[in-house]
């Protein structure tokens, strides 16, 4: 039945031959069921041989595997340019905190969207309105960036998210390096936003721009949500989203974030993310900063009753003193104790790297489990305390400690907002202060948890094998991407965290790198990741 054989009856039999723009023929599938090959196949254009159909079959495996070499050797071959164009995106000083700095950040947002048009993309700038000032002036949010290339209703439509803003970063507070002038040692690139989140968002666009460099056709169509508010809580985007579900986002079947890192050496994927809810803690005397000489003794400081407020957050040991809070946890299952377990993580090399000697826990999975899946408070500052170098003996009139309360499974931050507040203030009645004190929650962002037997995931773990020749971790993460929840909640959409960043990039700290290692090869681990999200069936969402 295999004696003649057209390049027709292949197609039949193969459900159809895929031709790429560089000339490599690319079969569907390499089956052969009899069924499909009958006399009909007979040739009218020349014949040719069982043999020569298996030599076909095995040119087109060849052909695929050697795309990837090809499109893994083109970036190393450009690695220097993506170093440049990072260099470039870190001397932009896109602090979203720092209103003074707007302008660059707008500035930033222009440099994406000009990047991704010249690539060809459909770009739009989206305004998402203005944001409003304590003192009551408005000030214009910088545009969201979105971009789309490919429209193929054929093929699965992934979006990815990133932001290109940064924290704040000055020389004097410690850093080794000028911040905003990207500088490699020893393979690491330092800089400000380099790992996060400006590294990962070019990997991605030069993972896109290696398809189009070798005249590839893209496997699924991609577009990008770049957004430059996100580290002060994504001003805007949350309704930009919304407005846009049944246009923009109508066809996307995944969304990818890769603003996140390793857990250790070993690749990792991330589901899960903690929330955050981020408090003010005001209290009011005096109607004016007063002389400790002449005045201390005499009235009941502002800054002692706020430190004794504080003081009722969290005991020394770490356990959230709030009524309520700790009740609210979805309880640590067998199977995710033993996803723990098996997660590669020094403790040693955690301590090293943070310098300390001793940590909360003694044990990793007690680690891990206070990392990323059970609430933790955090005190951050006290605006209105005299922190310059010196001495000044000075009783504030006027301090709002800021702290915050990472939110896990199954906690909610409209809950979590009124038992912190009414606990702050009946710990504060019972001070029988006559100053005043004012609690506010100023950021309420959920959890995210995603399926880890989702087809996405495997994807991923498949992208990973190929790159690194190694498993990844499944992992969550302990800090919060209020984002995540808000693409699942409305879009409705499975989302897969692929991070690229190292365990020791020392995001929002001083020193932040990027390892050029993980910027290189985690734009080809993007690359191998858009062909194997192709493969999923596309029922499967």
Known sequence: MFDYLTPGSISVMLGGVYKYQDNHTVLKSACLPEETVTHTHRASRGKMTFPFVLFVLLLSSTAHAFQYTELAQHIDNHQEEYVEALRDWVAIESDSSNVQKRPDLHRMMELVAQKLRLMGGAVELVDVG????????????????????????????????????????????????????????????????????KAPVLAWIHAVEAYQALNMELPVNVKFVIEGMEETGSNGLDAMIVAQRDTFFSDVDYIIISDCGWLSRRPALTYGTRGNCYFFAEVDGPKQDLHSGVYGGAVIEPMIDLIGVLDSLISPSGKILVPGIREAVAPLSDDEWRMYQDIQFDMDNYKNKIGIDQLMYSNKVDLL???????????????????????????????????????????????????????????????????????????????????????????????VKRVFDMDPDLIREGGTIPIAKTFQDVTGKSLIMMPIGGFDDGLHSQNEKMSRYNYIEGTKLFIAFLNEVSQIKKTTV
């Open 130 to 197: 203005e944001q409003e000032l304590p003192n009551g002036q408005m000030l214009a949010l910088p545009k969201v960036v979105t971009a789309r290339f490919g429209s193929d209703a054929d093929k699965h439509t992934v979006c990815v998210y990133g932001h290109v803003d940064v924290q704040p970063a000055k020389r004097e507070d410690g850093w080794a390096t000028d911040p905003y002038n990207l500088t490699d040692i020893n393979g690491n690139l330092y800089g400000r936003g380099a790992s996060d989140n």
């Open 369 to 463: 489990a206070h990392l990323w899946r059970y609430p933790t408070v955090t005190i951050h500052g006290i605006e209105g305390a005299f922190s310059d170098p010196g001495t000044k003996t000075v009783i504030p009139a006027k301090v709002i400690g800021k702290f915050s309360i990472r939110q896990v499974p199954d906690m909610d931050p409209a809950v979590v907002k009124k038992q912190v507040t009414d606990y702050l203030h009946s710990v504060f009645a019972k001070r029988k202060s006559p100053n005043r004190l004012k609690v506010t929650m100023v950021i309420g962002a959920k959890p995210w948890l995603a399926n880890t037997q989702h087809p996405l995931y495997e994807a991923g773990k498949a992208a």
